[in-house]
Every structure is written in structure tokens, then in C-alpha cells.
């Protein structure tokens, strides 16, 4: 039976997560996720791509706030809403959105452990992004590179480890629902869907980057799993591996939930 095998949330765009059992679903998608950004003093973001060191940061959320660990730094904790309300434009890809300069502190300690100077930008409830018209008009993303959710079904990473010399671990690929019981790749045709009272649609395919190739435990990078997937999962020039999805309403998502493929592509 097809189900909900993990949740994962992540704060802060590009650094750590963490799974939960069950987490609330906001506008944006799972609550808190992609709320933060990290941005150079010019605005513009900062991911893995760049600074793979991102990974080591692991944000978790503690009563009401952010805490940030790494390697060799000492825990900082900052208010989940920040305390100035002044906004900034930043550029998330092509999108232009405003996001409000988290404290100088935040800004110390990721500079410091970066080794370059930067600054940490929250979103508050009110911003709308859009997300792509080509492909879900009229719905919302926060800090995410284009939709509230990215969906791999634990199959699809079986069948990628089946050609691969050393399996890896889910982590690589950054999903927040992680679904069992599929066959591999069967989310590629999955169309409308429905996790206990949410309902969600399948809208395009993720295209891979550099970012599946870092250790998301040591931040060190290989060639794989690209030059793998390439051989079998190439699409319009891209690597494609895992389903962006868009979801209607709120709620709350709780691991082992049945999970309802409503429709599928080329249904009515």
C-alpha cells in the first residue's frame, strides 16, 4: 500500500533538516520550511551549488526558535520572528521577492563559519512568491526553488542504488515526502493526489544540479549519483529525479498516512 514514509522540513534553504513524524502544512507547504535564506551582501542567494559547507549547517527548531549548529561553532538561537521589519529585495532564480533581514548575530556566525561575508533573510507570511504559471498557476513558494514540495518514493532511490557502486542515502536529494510501496519511478506519472485531508498535484519533474553530488554529512563531492542518472534518467537536456508538487488548503501530514494517487498523467 502506498504510504507516507518520512517527513522532512528544512529551515534554512540549503543547509540541514530534520524529519519529524508529523508537521503542520502552511500556505508555503510544510510549515517552517525554506523560511530562511542565506544571502551574500548583494541579495542574491547562496546554496550548496556554491558553498557545499552549507550542508554541515543543521537548523532545528526549539519551542519558539531557530537554532543553528555546525562544526567548531557554538549553538546560536534566534527568534523565529525576527525582530526588525524593515524588508529587502532579494532574487530567488528569476523571481524577484522581499524577505526581512534576520540579527547581526546571524549574520556574524554564518559569515564566520562561511569564511565570506553574508547575511541570513526571513520571509514572512504575507510575501507571495508565485510559482511558475508554465506549470502551477495561483500557488505559493517560500525559499524553495520553485514549488512547496519536492516527492521521491523510496523505490525510485532503490533502483538508482541498484546501479550505483555505493548506495546513498536519501539526503542527497533533499525530498520533503518521502512516499514507500511504489514501484520505481511511479511517481513520474502520478497526476493528483490526496495524504489524509491535503490534497496535492504532481507538476513537473526536479531537474538535478551539483547539489545530489555533495556529502550532505562531510560536504565533500564526487561524481555521483549525475553521472549515473544521466544514463537513464535524462530529459530535455536535464537530469530528472523526483516530482515538484503543488498542494490546495492546510493541515497537517503524519508519517505511515495512505497516500491516494487520484489521477495520473493523461487522465481526463
Same mark, same amino acid.
Given at each position: 500500500?502506498?504510504?507516507?514514509?518520512?517527513?522532512?522540513?528544512?529551515?534554512?534553504?540549503?543547509?540541514?533538516?530534520?524529519?519529524?513524524?508529523?508537521?503542520?502544512?502552511?500556505?508555503?507547504?510544510?510549515?517552517?520550511?525554506?523560511?530562511?535564506?542565506?544571502?551574500?551582501?548583494?541579495?542574491?542567494?547562496?546554496?550548496?551549488?556554491?558553498?557545499?559547507?552549507?550542508?554541515?549547517?543543521?537548523?532545528?527548531?526549539?519551542?519558539?526558535?531557530?537554532?543553528?549548529?555546525?562544526?567548531?561553532?557554538?549553538?546560536?538561537?534566534?527568534?523565529?520572528?525576527?525582530?526588525?521589519?524593515?524588508?529587502?529585495?532579494?532574487?530567488?532564480?528569476?523571481?524577484?521577492?522581499?524577505?526581512?533581514?534576520?540579527?547581526?548575530?546571524?549574520?556574524?556566525?554564518?559569515?564566520?563559519?562561511?569564511?565570506?561575508?553574508?547575511?541570513?533573510?526571513?520571509?514572512?507570511?504575507?510575501?507571495?512568491?508565485?510559482?511558475?504559471?508554465?506549470?502551477?498557476?495561483?500557488?505559493?513558494?517560500?525559499?524553495?526553488?520553485?514549488?512547496?514540495?519536492?516527492?521521491?518514493?523510496?523505490?525510485?532511490?532503490?533502483?538508482?542504488?541498484?546501479?550505483?557502486? !555505493?548506495?546513498?542515502?536519501?539526503?542527497?536529494?533533499?525530498?520533503?515526502?518521502?512516499?514507500?510501496?511504489?514501484?520505481?519511478?511511479?511517481?513520474?506519472?502520478?497526476?493528483?493526489?490526496?495524504?489524509?485531508?491535503?490534497?496535492?498535484?504532481?507538476?513537473?519533474?526536479?531537474?538535478?544540479?551539483?547539489?545530489?553530488?555533495?556529502?550532505?554529512?562531510?560536504?565533500?563531492?564526487?561524481?555521483?549519483?549525475?553521472?549515473?542518472?544521466? !544514463?537513464?534518467?535524462?530529459?530535455?537536456?536535464?537530469?530528472?529525479?523526483?516530482?515538484?508538487?503543488?498542494?490546495?488548503? !492546510?493541515?497537517?501530514?503524519?508519517?505511515?498516512?495512505?497516500?491516494?494517487?487520484?489521477?495520473?498523467?493523461?487522465?481526463?
Amino acid at each position: 500500500m502506498l504510504h507516507l514514509a518520512s517527513l522532512h522540513v528544512y529551515p534554512v534553504k540549503s543547509c540541514g533538516g530534520f524529519s519529524p513524524p508529523e508537521w503542520g502544512v502552511d500556505h508555503f507547504g510544510l510549515r517552517h520550511d525554506r523560511r530562511w535564506m542565506v544571502v551574500d551582501l548583494a541579495g542574491e542567494f547562496i546554496t550548496q551549488r556554491e558553498e557545499p559547507r552549507l550542508a554541515l549547517i543543521r537548523p532545528a527548531l526549539v519551542d519558539h526558535s531557530l537554532v543553528l549548529r555546525a562544526p567548531g561553532m557554538a549553538d546560536l538561537e534566534l527568534a523565529l520572528l525576527p525582530s526588525s521589519g524593515r524588508r529587502v529585495q532579494v532574487q530567488v532564480w528569476n523571481d524577484m521577492t522581499e524577505g526581512v533581514p534576520v540579527s547581526p548575530e546571524a549574520a556574524q556566525w554564518l559569515s564566520r563559519f562561511l569564511g565570506r561575508p553574508v547575511r541570513l533573510l526571513w520571509m514572512p507570511d504575507d510575501v507571495v512568491r508565485a510559482t511558475d504559471p508554465t506549470y502551477a498557476a495561483g500557488y505559493q513558494v517560500s525559499f524553495a526553488d520553485g514549488f512547496g514540495f519536492l516527492l521521491i518514493s523510496e523505490a525510485s532511490l532503490h533502483e538508482l542504488n541498484s546501479r550505483l557502486e !555505493t548506495p546513498l542515502p536519501m539526503n542527497r536529494f533533499r525530498p520533503n515526502l518521502v512516499v514507500s510501496g511504489a514501484e520505481p519511478f511511479a511517481e513520474d506519472n502520478w497526476r493528483d493526489l490526496r495524504l489524509g485531508g491535503l490534497e496535492l498535484t504532481v507538476v513537473k519533474p526536479c531537474a538535478r544540479c551539483v547539489i545530489t553530488t555533495t556529502n550532505q554529512d562531510t560536504a565533500q563531492r564526487g561524481a555521483e549519483p549525475l553521472r549515473t542518472l544521466a !544514463t537513464f534518467r535524462r530529459q530535455d537536456g536535464q537530469v530528472m529525479f523526483g516530482q515538484n508538487v503543488v498542494h490546495r488548503g !492546510t493541515g497537517r501530514l503524519v508519517a505511515g498516512t495512505p497516500l491516494e494517487v487520484l489521477s495520473t498523467a493523461g487522465q481526463a
